[in-house]
């Protein structure tokens, strides 16, 4: 069976990486893309690359009939989602690749985001898309919020030792380094080329990253109790890709074993022998993650690093690991391609 995509927003990075990603999905055909300022324009005019694909043009939402559509991603900006998920047939599955679903309290998206939500029958609806610990839930669901990059793989490295017991809790500090195409396509003076070629700098510094509000709700259920990390990224002058470093409090042969068990049979998450780190290029194009574990010369504290693509295993990837889930495919469907190299 083909399944009918629409892609809304497919005019940004995340939805051209999804349509990439669906060019050799075996079961689904993509039959709308919406792009409301690019409207009327073929998708190869926006993104060249995908000049070989025989594509629907670029529309806005409203001439979109989803009677047609069995899944929709929903790659739309912030605080959009929610007024367009909510005109969707009940028949339509949806997978948002925004902020707008991430968090289950009305209070904290008002808090991160600084606006009331204007869907809470809707917020109340959706599942959490980390595919690897919401799998079951996400089968069953009409509606996945997918996380955000940097709340991924933060998640992939810390979750298991969490969850485990095998760290102190109180002493987590956790350092991103993040590609640029993570802060999406439209024009902004810090990401100019002069102002970002060989330069690195440190943003959201002191806890104002909104990522922290995943990570706050995410590692609090896990443990039973309130916990929150140090968390800094970085914007570093690369086009793709996510490096977290994790410094934290317990024996590193226990954390090795704690994250070997957790990802033991998942088919991502590739954790790699004691002492080894992964690298961004291991994994550039593609929907894996590569965990490393290193022991530290201080006794007791132990480094942990992950690498993952931004825009895939981060958002799109992960979306349609997501669908083929709530398609009832298997997960791993049209995902398969290695990394680019080099």
């Given at each position: 069976?083909?399944?009918?995509?629409?892609?809304?927003?497919?005019?940004?990075?995340?939805?051209?990486?999804?349509v990439?990603?669906?060019?050799?999905?075996?079961?689904?055909?993509?039959?709308?893309?919406?792009?409301?300022?690019?409207?009327?324009?073929?998708?190869?005019?926006?993104?060249?690359?995908?000049?070989?694909?025989?594509?629907?043009?670029?529309?806005?939402?409203?001439?979109?009939?989803?009677?047609?559509?069995?899944?929709?991603?929903?790659?739309l900006?912030?605080?959009?989602?929610?007024?367009?998920?909510?005109?969707?047939?009940?028949t339509t599955?949806?997978?948002?690749?925004?902020?707008?679903?991430?968090?289950?309290?009305?209070?904290?998206?008002?808090?991160?985001?600084?606006?009331?939500?204007?869907?809470?029958?809707?917020?109340?609806?959706?599942?959490?898309?980390?595919?690897?610990?919401?799998?079951?839930?996400?089968?069953?669901?009409?509606?996945v919020?997918?996380?955000?990059?940097?709340?991924?793989?933060?998640?992939?490295?810390?979750?298991p030792?969490?969850?485990?017991?095998?760290?102190?809790?109180?002493?987590?500090?956790l350092?991103?380094?993040?590609?640029v195409?993570?802060?999406?396509?439209?024009?902004?003076?810090?990401?100019?080329?002069?102002?970002?070629?060989d330069?690195?700098?440190?943003y959201?510094?002191?806890?104002?990253?909104?990522?922290?509000?995943?990570?706050?709700?995410?590692?609090?259920?896990?443990?039973?109790?309130?916990?929150?990390?140090?968390?800094?990224?970085?914007?570093?002058?690369?086009?793709?890709?996510?490096?977290?470093?994790?410094?934290?409090?317990?024996?590193?042969?226990?954390?090795?074993?704690?994250?070997?068990?957790?990802?033991?049979?998942?088919p991502?998450?590739?954790?790699?022998?004691?002492?080894?780190?992964?690298?961004?290029?291991?994994?550039?194009?593609?929907?894996?993650?590569?965990?490393?574990?290193?022991?530290?010369?201080?006794?007791?504290?132990?480094?942990?690093?992950?690498?993952?693509d931004?825009?895939?295993?981060?958002?799109?990837?992960?979306?349609?690991?997501?669908?083929?889930?709530?398609?009832?495919?298997?997960?791993?469907?049209?995902?398969?391609?290695?990394?680019v190299?080099?």
């Open positions: 069976m083909t399944y009918k995509i629409a892609i809304l927003g497919a005019s940004g990075y995340t939805g051209a990486e999804l990439r990603l669906i060019a050799t999905h075996p079961q689904m055909e993509i039959v709308a893309l919406s792009g409301d300022r690019k409207a009327g324009m073929a998708m190869h005019e926006v993104y060249p690359h995908l000049r070989h694909m025989d594509l629907p043009a670029l529309c806005k939402i409203d001439e979109i009939d989803f009677a047609d559509v069995d899944l929709a991603f929903c790659a900006p912030h605080a959009t989602s929610q007024a367009v998920i909510k005109t969707l047939p009940a599955k949806v997978v948002d690749l925004s902020a707008d679903f991430r968090l289950r309290d009305a209070d904290e998206f008002e808090k991160w985001y600084g606006k009331p939500h204007s869907a809470t029958d809707l917020q109340a609806e959706a599942v959490y898309g980390l595919t690897e610990f919401y799998r079951e839930k996400i089968k069953t669901a009409r509606l919020a997918g996380t955000g990059c940097n709340a991924a793989t933060g998640q992939f490295v810390l979750r030792l969490i969850a485990a017991g095998v760290i102190d809790f109180d002493q987590i500090i350092d991103l380094k993040v590609a195409s993570g802060a999406g396509r439209s024009l902004k003076e810090h990401l100019l080329y002069g102002e970002l070629e330069n690195a700098f440190a959201a510094i002191g806890g104002q990253h909104r990522h922290l509000g995943e990570f706050d709700q995410e590692f609090s259920a896990i443990a039973g109790r309130p916990v929150r990390i140090q968390f800094t990224p970085h914007l570093i002058p690369s086009t793709r890709g996510i490096l977290a470093t994790a410094y934290v409090h317990g024996e590193a042969g226990a954390v090795h074993y704690a994250l070997a068990d957790a990802y033991r049979d998942e991502f998450i590739k954790v790699l022998p004691t002492g080894q780190a992964p690298n961004m290029k291991h994994v550039r194009g593609s929907n894996f993650c590569h965990i490393g574990v290193v022991a530290d010369r201080l006794e007791n504290r132990t480094i942990v690093i992950a690498a993952l931004n825009l895939t295993k981060g958002s799109s990837g992960q979306a349609i690991q997501n669908a083929n889930l709530m398609l009832g495919l298997d997960e791993t469907t049209g995902l398969m391609n290695a990394p190299f080099p």
